[in-house]
């Protein structure tokens, strides 16, 4: 099923209210915040409230749950250069989101993509600027800039060494950071795997990520990279999966009754030959072997689809140009 957000030319990200039942999703071309009120016990979408959060032109995109201020959120304007932590007043539908804090990008640093908290840092990714940004959100001067390729699109922290890796789409490679001594390497993405690394995140035993591939075809290419920055490499197998151009990737919140397994996006955004796709990827117990492959095609196709959230009994997927959220009800 899907569910009409207010028109915008970009839909972008989308997080989970911690404990309230509420998703919030960021509208970039217009910079509103829109907040999705869940059923508590289907999680259907009932009710639609869209705000603007800063001026229009300011480019909200990423959205992180934050830890450390409990029922707040932090967010980038891409086009303003900030940082914002947002009280989303989840208790209401109708109440408008505030802005209780923002922190200007340091160092002449642009375009503020992603964000995530790790205890005390920020780490976003500098799409404008071609770098990422590690901040201390408690004492904004402790910041460092790291360069990095064209262009960062995810940060994550490895599981087991706590280096963080950072997805590169344009340079076909992922950018690996040592925060304890600031050493930066690349590894380039093998062209015989596919390219244009985009969805990153850290996962069982590693950081899990997938190949967007280019224009011309995706590989429905997936990976995992080990605490020594080897990565192991997974391709889908059925005919839908096999030429899948992959954007996002998800896992199952804490405490969901699910066997292992991966939610793949596939995503039209690069090549109007490719299917928008969600996909259930199970695996063995080790997380080594894949066990099978589950296809869902989003119904609005060529909407470039473009993030993904795991519920507990459903999965939702925002659609980058049609102003629309899709949902796969999953057992």
Not at 32 to 47: F, M, N, Y
Not at 195 to 206: A, E
Not at 292 to 310: D, F, M, S
Request: charged share 20%; hydrophobic share 40%; aromatic share 6%.
């Amino acid at each position: 099923m899907e569910y009409d957000l207010p028109p915008a030319e970009e839909t972008h990200e989308i997080v989970k209210v911690p404990d309230r039942p509420m998703a919030l999703v960021s509208q970039m071309s217009n910079s509103r915040l829109v907040k999705l009120g869940l059923d508590p016990r289907t999680e259907q979408v009932t009710a639609v409230k869209a705000f603007p959060l800063g001026s229009s032109d300011a480019m909200l995109h990423g959205l992180a749950v934050s830890s450390h201020h409990p029922g707040r959120i932090w967010a980038t304007h891409e086009g303003a250069d900030r940082l914002l932590l947002v009280d989303p007043r989840a208790d209401s539908l109708e109440a408008a989101p505030r802005i209780e804090r923002e922190i200007a990008v340091p160092g002449g640093g642009r375009g503020p993509h992603y964000v995530n908290e790790y205890g005390d840092a920020l780490w976003v990714t500098l799409k404008g600027s071609d770098q990422v940004l590690t901040l201390d959100h408690t004492r904004p001067e402790r910041h460092r800039l790291f360069d990095a390729k064209p262009h960062p699109i995810f940060a994550a922290r490895h599981p087991v060494s706590g280096d963080f890796y950072v997805s590169q789409d344009s340079a076909s490679s992922l950018l690996r950071i040592d925060p304890r001594t600031g050493r930066t390497t690349q590894i380039p993405v093998p062209a015989d795997q596919g390219s244009t690394p985009v969805g990153l995140i850290s996962g069982p035993g590693g950081i899990w990520l997938v190949l967007l591939g280019t224009a011309q075809a995706g590989t429905g290419t997936f990976g995992r990279i080990d605490a020594d920055g080897r990565i192991v490499w997974h391709r889908l197998s059925s005919p839908l999966g096999r030429s899948a151009s992959l954007l996002h990737l998800a896992i199952d919140p804490p405490g969901t009754a699910r066997e292992p397994g991966l939610w793949l996006l596939a995503s039209s955004i690069v090549s109007e030959q490719a299917r928008d796709l969600i996909i259930r990827v199970r695996f063995d117990p080790s997380w080594t072997r894949v066990t099978g492959e589950e296809y869902a095609a989003l119904p609005t196709q060529l909407c470039k689809a473009h993030r993904l959230l795991p519920l507990e009994n459903s999965v939702l997927a925002t659609e980058l140009t049609s102003a629309k959220v899709a949902q796969l009800i999953s057992s």
